[in-house]
């Protein structure tokens, strides 16, 4: 059964650095998304992603935040300047027409 | 924003046992979903219901949206049942596919 993978599945990066989160999306699917768990809480949607360009962001996705889907294949988040409640695991989701999504094992990030 | 309530918070069953858990919602959904967080952190897929009922194998779930509520059955509980449930709802009136969670509700299956 195909799949959503992620990678990597943990990254350790110190305060300030740039990250980028990387996703390969089920093939066939066309919409896709980031989310975040900051541990022990609930699940939380960053951006959405459909036709090439961003459809719908929360309020955490910020100027610090930026997607990418550079080919047929991959979809990225990049952080660019990350900060220590960055900490938290990052779930890719993809999805074929409107309706169930799939998501990945997740990113588990920890900023130092 | 709509709002996702579920409960019981926790719960704790004895291997065998079966087990009713409980998401209500504030709005209309496009779409509802189950998942099983395990462990190690992934989101499993268990149902997309957002509306009816559904069986795979020892669960079950229901959704009612006219009541806006759904309720996931577990029937003859195993300890790999273990973990976090959430439930995750799409808003009706929001055009895009976001899923809102609701807080979870973390089981315990003691053998």
């Known amino acids: 059964e195909p799949e959503v993978t992620q990678t990597p599945s943990h990254q350790v990066t110190q305060m300030g650095q740039e990250v980028i989160l990387r996703c390969v999306p089920i093939?066939?699917?066309?919409?896709f998304y980031w989310y975040r768990q900051i541990l022990g809480q609930k699940v939380e949607f960053l951006v959405s992603?459909?036709?090439?360009?961003?459809?719908?962001k929360s309020e955490i996705f910020d100027d610090q935040f930026s997607v990418e889907r550079p080919d047929g294949s991959n979809f990225t988040l990049k952080i660019r300047s990350t900060k220590l409640e960055d900490s938290a695991m990052y779930f890719c989701a993809s999805e074929a027409t409107t309706d169930t999504q799939y998501f990945g094992p997740g990113t588990r990030l920890t900023v130092l | 924003g709509i709002q996702v309530e579920q409960s019981p918070p926790d719960l704790i069953l004895q291997e065998g046992a079966n087990s009713t858990l409980r998401c209500n919602f504030s709005?209309?959904?496009?779409?509802l979903q189950w998942f099983h967080q395990n462990p190690w952190g992934q989101l499993i897929n268990l149902f997309y219901?957002?509306?009816g009922t559904k069986q795979n194998g020892r669960l079950s779930a229901t959704t009612v949206a006219t009541e806006r509520y759904s309720l996931l059955y577990i029937s003859s509980s195993q300890t790999t049942d273990s973990g976090v449930y959430f439930c995750?709802?799409?808003?009706?009136?929001?055009?895009?596919?976001?899923?809102?969670f609701g807080g979870g509700t973390r089981l315990m299956v003691k053998p």
């Open positions: 709005d209309s959904v496009n779409n």
């Open positions: 992603f459909y036709n090439n360009e961003i459809s719908e």
């Open positions: 093939s066939n699917h066309l919409y």
């Open positions: 995750a709802v799409d808003d009706a009136w929001n055009a895009g596919n976001m899923l809102t």
């Open positions: 219901i957002p509306s």
